[in-house]
């Protein structure tokens, strides 16, 4: 039989045969061939891992084989793991993610962290998490701390889709605006803990081509990188409850100016903490 592709069908081949054959084409791409290959044919055939283990014996049928070859096709072109699975896991909680937002990094867990430090396990408090695309940093935190009122905005309709999907299996009670930083606020609405994950990047950055998959919009900032943070920043002061904190990632060459810009705004207790590897990635102040 002849797949779309043109490709003429095997039916003697076997799950484990694709299995091996992803295996061998994925190991110029990737440092964990043997992973990718059992992920990719678990999303293109819909089963779990124990799944393909008990049906490894079993012929692929001509659709399957299109499905797979799909998939294998688009890795191959570079688009990221992420975007052929259509999920990723982020603080523990699998989302589902698509090529309009931002993959969720394991480097924002540290954000998600330390705005959890100090934040009532029990009892009311409001965080607001600005710039969300996925909803990975609001949803992370609505399930660390189901007592607190969560909000988060985004700007981008196609991100905010994503975010809202994610949000009606993970936690319904997060509220989603659609929106430029705080301006769909309520202006009388007032947070513990204010956190972004902003676009930081300068629209020169030589890391850019190897983010292409990934949207603009959600990596650059501007001319200079700091545009986002500036006015997140500048806004953040008064939507802040008293004793409440902001708290920014960056990029690892930008703490002293973030921290430059929250002593400018008046916050307190301004300081900069590092990931694993010794670089400064989140800022934070705190309104007296
Ligand atoms: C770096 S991504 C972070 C996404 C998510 N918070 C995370 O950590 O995975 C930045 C997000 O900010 C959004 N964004 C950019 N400009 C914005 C604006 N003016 N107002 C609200 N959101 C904005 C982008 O669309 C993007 O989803």
């Known amino acids: 039989m002849t797949s779309d592709s043109g490709v003429t069908h095997d039916p003697s081949r076997s799950l484990r045969d694709w299995q091996y054959?992803?295996?061998?084409q994925l190991r110029v791409l990737t440092d964990q061939p043997e992973q990718e290959a059992r992920w990719l044919l678990a999303a293109a055939l819909g089963?779990?891992?124990a799944a393909l283990l008990r049906n490894a014996l079993l012929p692929i049928s001509s659709e399957e084989e299109t499905r797979i070859t799909a998939l294998l096709t688009q890795r191959r072109a570079g688009?990221?793991?992420a975007y052929c699975l259509g999920e990723w896991s982020f603080y523990g909680l699998d989302l589902c993610v698509a090529p309009a937002v931002l993959i969720p990094r394991p480097d924002t867990e540290t954000l998600v962290t330390l705005a959890l430090e100090g934040l009532a396990e029990e009892g009311?408090?409001?965080?607001?998490d600005l710039g969300t695309g996925s909803g990975a940093i609001a949803l992370a935190i609505a399930q660390a701390?189901?007592?607190?009122e969560v909000w988060a905005v985004e700007r981008s309709p196609a991100a905010l889709q994503v975010a809202r999907a994610n949000g009606a299996l993970l936690a319904p009670q997060v509220h989603w605006l659609e929106g430029d930083w705080y301006a769909p606020l309520d202006s009388a609405l007032r947070f513990d803990r204010i956190v972004a994950n902003p676009p930081y990047l300068a629209?020169?950055?030589?890391?850019?081509?190897?983010?292409?998959h990934e949207p603009w919009d959600a990596l650059v900032a501007g001319p200079s990188g700091l545009e986002c943070l500036e006015r997140i920043?500048?806004?953040?002061y008064e939507r802040?409850?008293?004793l409440g904190m902001l708290l920014l990632e960056h990029g690892p060459d930008q703490g002293n100016a973030v921290r430059g810009l929250l002593n400018n705004a008046g916050f307190s207790a301004v300081q900069t903490r590092c990931d694993l590897a010794g670089r400064e990635r989140v800022s934070s102040g705190t309104r007296i």
């Open 233 to 236: 920043i500048a806004g953040g």
């Open 203 to 212: 629209d020169s950055d030589p890391h850019l081509p190897d983010l292409r």
């Open 79 to 81: 688009v990221p793991l």
């Open 145 to 148: 701390r189901p007592q607190a």
């Open 240 to 242: 802040l409850s008293l």
């Open 47 to 49: 089963l779990d891992g």
């Open 124 to 128: 009311a408090s409001r965080v607001l």
């Open 21 to 24: 054959d992803l295996r061998e």
